[in-house]
């Protein structure tokens, strides 16, 4: 038997979950009530694969990165990852000496040029990894996936709220924007959300001015900065119930969370914050055909 044992966050258990699916096509999903995850998986999915403990014999996925086979490896040469994966050593290493020969001016080092580095656990020395790649991952990688992510089957409930506000205000021409500030953790706060805000400014003054854009974000105060840049006409919110920050520290706080990625992945183009899987699993549930700009 395997099981996912993911403990992250909801785009994280949901890779977690789709990973297994691949591994076996009769996969348990282990979905623990942490701090960070006060709903169970009933409240939000009716899968009917998940395990209230865990048994004394079983395979363990416990990985927020989508797994890989033996046989994606011929599609995805080394070296492949650009994201989380790290640059090749010694390019690495030149710039980090640059980087303090230079004084340390700023963050950029650690920000985008040199994508951030994951712990070696998680991350292959080869760097052949898909998460958070989009448009550059192998046609046949998607094709693997996609039916898995649709294979998820999201409470009738929280599907109809999504559907409702979806017929009445995502028009085609809406851009999603999913911004995650990092407000719960201030070193990436700084070195992720605070750099990036300019790029996403540029981003959206840059779209065509007859676009409008849905908003989702770990953060309440994004919608009025963004309303205050472009127009309350051209930013559009799911109406929620809950407050973004304060989401994760009750049920219905992950329910509307959720029904945020469903409207998310309905848009055909995506503004996406660098390393959030908030967005990655939205664009795969979507069918992995989005337009994404990672800031």
């Not at 395990?51 to 927020?64: G, N, Q, R, T």
């Not at 409008?212 to 105060?221: A, G, N, T």
Request: charged share 30%.
């Amino acid at each position: 038997m395997i099981i996912s044992t993911e403990t992250g966050g909801l785009g994280n258990r949901i890779k977690s979950w789709v990973s297994a699916s691949r591994l076996a096509s009769d996969a348990r999903v282990f979905w623990p009530l942490t701090d960070n995850m006060p709903a169970r998986f009933s409240d939000l999915f009716e899968n009917s694969c998940v395990v209230e403990s865990l048994p004394a014999e079983f395979d363990e996925y416990k990985s927020w990165r989508l797994t890989l086979l033996p046989e994606d490896e011929e599609c995805l040469p080394e070296r492949f990852a650009v994201v989380g994966a790290g640059a090749h050593p010694i390019i690495r290493g030149a710039g980090k000496l640059w980087w303090r020969i230079r004084g340390r001016p700023d963050e950029r080092y650690r920000y985008m040029l040199f994508p951030k580095q994951h712990s070696r656990r998680s991350t292959r020395s080869d760097a052949r990894h898909i998460d958070l790649e989009y448009g550059r991952i192998p046609a046949e990688l998607r094709r693997a996936y996609v039916p898995l992510f649709r294979s998820i089957r999201v409470r009738a409930e929280i599907a109809a709220r999504a559907q409702e506000w979806a017929n009445a205000w995502l028009a085609p021409e809406v851009i999603g924007v999913q911004v995650r500030t990092w407000r719960d953790y201030a070193p990436r706060y700084r070195k992720y959300h605070l750099p990036a805000r300019k790029r996403l400014l540029t981003l959206m003054s840059d779209a065509d001015p007859a676009s409008r854009f849905f908003v989702v974000s770990d953060s309440d105060d994004i919608e009025p900065f963004l309303t205050a840049e472009f127009g309350r006409d051209r930013i559009l919110t799911f109406p929620r119930k809950t407050s973004r920050q304060d989401s994760w520290q009750s049920p219905e706080g992950v329910v509307e969370d959720l029904i945020d990625m469903l409207l998310l992945s309905r848009t055909q183009r995506i503004f996406a914050s660098y390393l959030s899987t908030f967005s990655e699993t939205a664009w795969w549930l979507g069918g992995a055909t989005a337009a994404v700009d990672v800031f």
